[in-house]
């Protein structure tokens, strides 16, 4: 068993978007994304399916060039090798779900401001 809070031990930074493993299990990480508003992560692409839970605020999400309104309870699921992007609308707590295989280093080496 393996206990994580997305809203114990917050944390922001004010020059780009906090990200902290929660847990990992036998098959996915646990990631949170914490935003102030105004922050970004510019448009990338992971190898693996991802879903994004807006666990707390509102983000903008990025699809192919295509904007999403996610606000508070929000999922989205993509593939692997899709362009995405985010933009907090507010301060927001997202939850990355990465697959195993993924690498939590090229989460926090996306372009961000």
């Known amino acids: 068993m393996k206990l994580a809070s997305l809203a114990e031990d917050l ?8 990200i902290n ?3 990992e299990t036998e098959n996915s990480k646990e990631i949170r994304i914490a935003f102030k ?9 992971t190898p693996y399916p991802i879903v994004v839970e807006v666990f707390k ?3 903008v999400f990025g ?9 508070t309870g929000g999922l989205i699921a993509l593939e692997g090798d899709i362009p995405h ?3 907090a609308n507010e301060n927001s707590i997202v939850r990355l779900s990465l697959s195993k ?7 926090r080496s996306v372009e961000t401001s």
């Open 85 to 87: 992007d985010l933009l």
């Open 37 to 45: 508003k105004g922050q970004i992560m510019k448009e990338h692409k």
């Open 21 to 23: 493993v929660l847990l």
């Open 57 to 59: 605020g509102e983000i």
């Open 63 to 71: 699809v192919n060039g295509i904007k999403h309104q996610l606000k």
């Open 101 to 107: 295989k993924d690498k939590v280093e090229r989460v």
């Open 11 to 18: 944390v922001y930074n004010e020059s780009k978007p906090a």
